[in-house]
T-cell receptor, first 112, second 115 residues
Framework: GDSVTQMEGPVTLSEEAFLTINCTYT??????LFWYVQYPGEGLQLLLK?????DKGSNKGFEATYRKETTSFHLEKGSVQVSDSAVYFC???????????FGPGTRLSVLP | KAGVTQTPRYLIKTRGQQVTLSCSPI?????VSWYQQTPGQGLQFLFE???????NKGNFPGRFSGRQFSNSRSEMNVSTLELGDSALYLC??????????????FGPGTRLTVL
């Protein structure tokens, strides 16, 4: 079945450091890929998405590129802020009527 | 547009009881999905409803059930609660059409504690 693997956390960085959170997936066909973020005490918020190979999703300084050849969708940000501290989930969906499959989440802590 | 709302936000029950959680999707969204989130198992898909019909179902026992009403509001029910049912239950709605057809918009969740 479909699955999503993320790097184990927690990840602790200093403010303004470069962030990479690795995500790889296993799925048939051509799924859409997503990054969601969950702040403490809240639900998940969509951060960015990509729907086909080589698409780059971007939002709030975060970027991720859909790499079909390596089945990856790594999340990057050039300079993290304390306010980016949250749990980040990589997810896939194979489309209409198909449920989402989420990775285990990666907790990010950014220190001032 | 108002976001996805879930009620109640917090709930404490004892083993053996049953509970009903409610979710109101974003206006115009016809698909509603439910997830269970726990520290050990992460986010697990429970079921999805579309136009009052269950379209997808995860791997949960029959104690977990749901329904959707004609206005797209959804409820999930857990009967004969067990300690392991303590979790954050998240509801997500999806437009299923348009540019955001495959996006899910999450509510804040209902935190269920079973004692």
């Amino acid at each position: 079945g479909d699955s999503v693997t993320q790097m184990e956390g927690p990840v602790t960085l200093s403010e303004e450091a470069f962030l990479t959170i690795n995500c790889t997936y296993t799925a048939t066909g051509y799924p859409s890929l997503f990054w969601y973020v969950q702040y403490p005490g809240e639900g998940l918020q969509l951060l960015l998405k990509a729907t086909k190979a080589d698409d780059k999703g971007s939002n709030k300084g975060f970027e991720a590129t859909y790499r079909k050849e390596t089945t990856s969708f790594h999340l990057e940000k050039g300079s993290v802020q304390v306010s980016d501290s949250a749990v980040y989930f990589c997810a896939l969906s194979r489309g209409y009527g198909q449920n989402f499959v989420f990775g285990p989440g990666t907790r990010l802590s950014v220190l001032p | 547009k108002a976001g996805v709302t879930q009620t109640p936000r917090y709930l404490i029950k004892t083993r053996g009881q049953q509970v009903t959680l409610s979710c109101s999707p974003i206006s115009g969204h016809r698909s509603v999905s439910w997830y269970q989130q726990t520290p050990g198992q992460g986010l697990q898909f429970l079921f999805e409803y579309f136009s009052e019909t269950q379209r997808n179902k995860g791997n949960f026992p029959g104690r977990f059930s749901g329904r959707q009403f004609s206005n797209s509001r959804s409820e999930m029910n857990v009967s004969t609660l067990e300690l392991g049912d303590s979790a954050l239950y998240l509801c997500a709605s999806s437009p299923s059409t348009g540019m955001s057809y495959n996006e899910q918009f999450f509510g804040p969740g209902t935190r269920l504690t079973v004692l």
